[in-house]
C-alpha cells in the first residue's frame, strides 16, 4: 500500500521568508491556497492508497478531511523532519509498504508527476531535489522506515549520504513541477512568469498588484 504523507505546519507560522513582501494575512492566506491545491493534486492521483495529512491545525485538518484524506492529529509540530517521521510510522501501522512525502509549496506539482513516483516506488529511496539542487522537495521511502527524514537546508546530499550509508538503493527524479517550490519573493516572480493563470498564480497577482 502506498500513502501519499502531506506535513502542514500552522499557515500563521508559513512562508517566514516572503516576511516583508507579503503580509502575515496574505502569507497565511498563500499557505491555506496552497495546501489545498497540492491536497486537491494528491487525491486525484492513481495508485495511491491513502492521502495523509499531519497536523496540528484545526483549520487545516477540517479542510483536509473535506478532501476525503486522513488525518494525522499532532499535539505540536516540533520539525517538518519529526512530523514526517512520525507520520510514516503511523502510515506502516495502518499497512504501508511505501510512502511519498511532499511539502504544501509546490503547486505547480502534477498528477502524473505523482504517478510516476508511484512507478519508480520500489525497495529503496526516490529523492526528488529542490530547484537549487540543495534541498529536498520530495521523497519516497519504500519501506516507510527505510531513511530518516533531514529536511531543511542541505537536505539533498543528507538523504542521498543517509541511504548510501544504509545500503538503501537510492534514485533521484527531478519533476519539475516538484523541483519548483515557493519561498523567496524570486520564486514568486518565476511562477508569476511561469504560470500566471494557474490557481496561485491567479492569487499571488491579486496579493502583489499593488506592489
Known amino acids: ?22 503580509s502575515p494575512a496574505q502569507r497565511e492566506t498563500l499557505a491555506i491556497a496552497m495546501f489545498e491545491e497540492v491536497l486537491g493534486t494528491l487525491c486525484s492521483v492513481r495508485g495511491l ?4 495529512v499531519a ?4 483549520n487545516i485538518a477540517d479542510r483536509a478531511r473535506k478532501h476525503g484524506a486522513t488525518v494525522f492529529d499532532e499535539e505540536q509540530q516540533v520539525s517538518h523532519s519529526n512530523s514526517a517521521d ?8 495502518l499497512g504501508a ?29 526516490i529523492v526528488v531535489p529542490s530547484g537549487d539542487g540543495t534541498g529536498t522537495n520530495g521523497l519516497v521511502r519504500c519501506p ?10 542541505g537536505s539533498f546530499r543528507a538523504h542521498c549520504e543517509q541511504a548510501e550509508s544504509r ?4 534514485k533521484v527524479m527531478r519533476p519539475p513541477g516538484i523541483l519548483f517550490d515557493i ?29
Open 55 to 58: 497536523t496540528s491545525d484545526p
Open 1 to 22: 500500500m502506498i500513502f501519499a504523507l502531506l506535513p502542514v505546519k500552522s499557515p500563521r507560522n508559513a512562508k517566514q521568508r516572503l516576511s516583508g513582501f507579503l
Open 183 to 211: 519561498d523567496t519573493p524570486e520564486d514568486v516572480a518565476e511562477l508569476l512568469q511561469r504560470d500566471p493563470n494557474s490557481p496561485i498564480g491567479k492569487l499571488l497577482r491579486e496579493q502583489t498588484a499593488a506592489r
Open 86 to 93: 512520525l507520520a510514516a510510522k503511523r502510515a506502516m501501522e
Open 144 to 153: 516507510p522506515d527505510s531513511t530518516q527524514a533531514c529536511f531543511g537546508p
Open 49 to 52: 492508497d491513502r492521502v495523509v
Open 97 to 125: 509498504t511505501a510512502v511519498i512525502l511532499l511539502p504544501i509549496d509546490v503547486p505547480l506539482v502534477t498528477a502524473a508527476e505523482i504517478e510516476s513516483l508511484i512507478e519508480h516506488a520500489r525497495h529503496g529511496l
Open 167 to 170: 545500503g538503501v538503493p537510492l
